[in-house]
T-cell receptor, first 111, second 112 residues
C-alpha cells in the first residue's frame, strides 16, 4: 500500500523551543492533514491543506503543502507543555476518501 | 453535536468470540471509516463507507465485517476474534470525500 514517511519518530525538547516535523511520500497527494493525539483519545484535526504550496496557520502551528505534492511539514512555535502528544500526518490520493497515515511523531517537552 | 461516538471504550474478548463495535455520528456525514491503531504502525484503514448502503474494504479488512443501514451508524463486527486483533479501533467521519475526517475516542480491544 501507499507509504508516508514521517520524521522524526520522537522528539525531546525544552519548553519554549520551536518544533518541526515532516512527512514525505513517493506518491502525489491532493490533501494533507495534520492530527494530534493525546493518550487515550482519538486524533484531533489541527490543520488541513488542499493546494500545493498552501501555508496555513492555527495559532502557534503552521503547516505547508509541499510544491511537489509529495511532502508536508508542521511547525510548532514556542512549545508549551500541552503540546505533548503524538502528531500524525495523513494524505489523500486523488478524490479518494481513503487517507494514508504516517507513523507519528511523539513529542515530549521538558519544562 | 456529540460528534463521533464509539462504544464500548474498553473490551476484552476470548479467542473465537464475536462482537460488534458501535460507531455513530450526528453530523449527517456521508463518509465513515474504521481504522485500527497499533504501536509504530500509525492508523490503518479496515473498512469504509461512502453513504448508507455502500461499504468497501480498506487496507486490512480480513476478519472484520461492516454494514451501513443508516447515515448515522457504522458498526464494525469481529466475526471470530483472534489475538492479532488486539488493537485500538477508531471510527471517523467526514462531510464528503474531499474533506477532513473527524475521529471518535476509540475502543481499546484485547483478545486473549
Amino acid at each position: 500500500g501507499q507509504q508516508l514517511n514521517q520524521s522524526p519518530q520522537s522528539m525531546f525538547i525544552q519548553e519554549g523551543e520551536d518544533v518541526s516535523m515532516n512527512c514525505t511520500s513517493s506518491s502525489i497527494f491532493n490533501t494533507w492533514l495534520w492530527y494530534k493525539q493525546d493518550p487515550g483519545e482519538g486524533p484531533v484535526l489541527l490543520i488541513a491543506l488542499y493546494k500545493a504550496g498552501e501555508l496555513t496557520s492555527n495559532g502557534r502551528l503552521t503547516a505547508q503543502f509541499g510544491i511537489t505534492r509529495k511532502d508536508s511539514f508542521l511547525n510548532i512555535s514556542a512549545s508549551i507543555p500541552s503540546d505533548v502528544g503524538i502528531y500524525f500526518c495523513a494524505g489523500r490520493l486523488g478524490g479518494a476518501q481513503k487517507l494514508v497515515f504516517g507513523q507519528g511523531t511523539r513529542l515530549t517537552i521538558n519544562p | 453535536n456529540a460528534g463521533v461516538t464509539q462504544t464500548p471504550k474498553f473490551q476484552v474478548l476470548k479467542t473465537g468470540q464475536s462482537m460488534t463495535l458501535q460507531c455513530a455520528q450526528d453530523m449527517n456525514h456521508e463518509y465513515m471509516s474504521w481504522y485500527r491503531q497499533d504501536p509504530g504502525m500509525g492508523l490503518r484503514l479496515i473498512h469504509y463507507s461512502v453513504g448508507a448502503g455502500i461499504t468497501d474494504q480498506g487496507e486490512v479488512p480480513n476478519g472484520y465485517n461492516v454494514s451501513r443501514s443508516t447515515t448515522e451508524d457504522f458498526p464494525l463486527r469481529l466475526l471470530s476474534a483472534a489475538p492479532s486483533q488486539t488493537s485500538v479501533y477508531f471510527c471517523a467521519s467526514s462531510r464528503d470525500r474531499a474533506k477532513e475526517q473527524y475521529f471518535g475516542p476509540g475502543t481499546r480491544l484485547t483478545v486473549t
